[in-house]
């Protein structure tokens, strides 16, 4: 599968090599799933005669969540890898024979996953007797650090060279050593993947009658912050639990949601130093969190041999006289000014386009947050993160700096230059706090928002109200009960729980001939409104609000007819006569008033005639003449009058061609 293109915003395609690309490289990810297969996360939850019980073992929960999964990345993100590592099953198999780490099973290898390696998942899940042999467990359960590091060879040899490398540790033992020695070489593993670059997630499943303690184990094995800044204040993953019968919130939900938040692609949209102040500087990362999604072609196939083929795309410029191929050193950009073509060598050109300095975001001052209306917002906002790529200590800094906002209730103003070539834009930098869901995963992180402020010429006028009808205190009494019936959960709408239905039948579609599964019918639309539910509960508000609009419009209606019937006083008797005033002419002649249009150079006739128009258009005094009598000109001979002066110009001259004058 090819790279999707990246079209930024704000620049020309031909203008690709002059963008530094080094903040717009897709993330690779490099996801492995490590499952416990130990006899307790294999048992079932007791019988219950409730649908909305939870029926799975925790391991059969997280082998179904790692198969959705693998069916949404193998289309939303067609380059990244993804491997399933059973770890304390009997059997041990690692796909190349090599026997040294015990009770370790490669259920699906870490690569680019194909159609076949999800069909094979689904098999397994779907037939009893082939998961219940690879699922059984060992007498003696695995040593994690045996685990970690059979995770550390896997990416060391099938993702060396990707930037995101990430562990999913899913797990319910919260003290998986005997000794304390085993506890210090588990650790040693678990720095030797942070230095190579991984990252370890932990899943842990808690049962209800008996909790997961992180403090035993775990904390010092899964770095809760930064590990190049570890006394950051960075928030502490929450726990996953086991729903009881019941509740209606099931293991594989949980599971799903808690994996969805952590496996989000994280591309960065730029990677900029944030300036506080003369000489001092953070790292920070620019993302979109919220994008249109749109169907993507990642390539093109050709068709035309004995079997399809990836197209490898190729672009070569030619002149137009001679079919030449001509090379990119002969090629100069040019503006045209004044009729004349003014040409730029490729370091001018580079000069003015980056006249304002190199990419920053430069804080200039603050104010209070109340001070920013809700219109102020002319592009997308983008949500900022510290990195400690280029500045140690960025991620602290950056912290103390969003508490602070908060606390103060108040923005900063901040010189935002978002890439080489890139036009300076003001922008408000304004603190975001972090939001947890229902399921006491963290559905939006701590952090700065980036918002780009109009200039002066980006903010136009509202036009011009009308009168028009105005609503009464008892129909907002009844609008407001209406909307009362129609609110949310919660009172709070999640685009997350409403997905583009298109996007989604396009994908399912793909799906079902990847996988050679029946194409399904029907679409899964859940923006479809629940009508019987909308008119079980507001429906009679709702005609009770129709019945009062229409006595209030009728009422209006007769109110505005009946002061529009009575007569006006006559203005004149009510007009003071001007009266000259001491010392001035009262000889002096009135100001005429031009009471029709008139023809410049022609005379005060009226309806002219052809010749006479075509005389004026000889004379090039056509453009002097008025809109009215291009208006009766065009009218008084059946065509349209309707337009601004320039078409009623261009229709007369028309008219008067096809007569031939």
Known sequence: MADTQDN?????????????????????????????????????????????????????????CAYQLMQQRIISNPKDMMGILLFGTEKTDLKDGDPTFQHCYLLSDLDVPSAQDVKQLRDLLEDGEAAAQILKPAKEPASIATVLFCANQIFTTKAPNFSSRRLFLVTDNDYPVKVKQDKDTAITRARDLYDLGCTIDLFPISRPDRGFDRTKFYDDLVYPTSP?????????PSTSKVAKSGEGLTLLRQLLSSINSKAAPRRALFSLPLELGPGLRIGVKGFILIKRQE???????WVGGEKPQIVTASTSHMADDTARVVEKGELRKAYKFGGDTITFTPDEFTQIRQCFGDPIIRIIGFKPLSSLPIWANTNKATFMYPSEADFIGSTRVFSALQQKLLKSKKMALTWFIARKNAAPVMAALIPGEEKIDENGEQSMPPGLWLVPLPFADDIRRCPEQTESLKTTDALTDKMRIVIEQLQLPKG?????????????????????????????????DKTIPRYKQI??????????????????????????????????ASSAGRKRTATPADGEDEGKPKKRVKKEPKVKEEGDEEG????QMAEIN???????????????FLGSRGLAIAGKKAELIERVQEYLESKGL
């Open 492 to 524: 709070v709408y999640d685009p997350s729980k409403y997905p583009n239905p298109d996007l989604q039948w396009f994908y399912r579609i793909l799906q079902a001939m990847a996988l050679e599964e029946e194409v399904p019918e029907n679409v899964d």
């Open 535 to 568: 008119d079980k509960r507001a429906g009679d508000y709702v005609k009770e609000y129709g019945d009062e609009f229409e006595s209030v419009f009728a009422s209006q209606n007769r109110a505005n007819l009946t002061s529009r019937a009575k007569p006006k």
């Open 618 to 632: 000889d004379k090039g005094q056509i453009t002097k003449q008025t809109v009215a009598l291009f208006k009766e």
């Open 228 to 236: 190049s800044d570890p006394d950051a204040p960075v928030a502490i």
């Open 8 to 64: 930024r915003p704000g620049e020309d395609e031909d203008e690709e090599d002059e963008i530094d690309d080094a903040s717009y490289k897709t993330i690779k990810d490099a996801v492995l799933f490590a499952i416990d297969v130990s006899p307790s996360m294999l048992e079932r939850p007791p019988p219950s005669d409730d649908k909305k019980a939870e029926r799975d073992s925790p391991t059969s929960a997280a082998l179904k």
């Open 608 to 611: 002219l005639t052809d010749q």
């Open 295 to 301: 169907h993507v072609k990642s390539c093109y196939v």
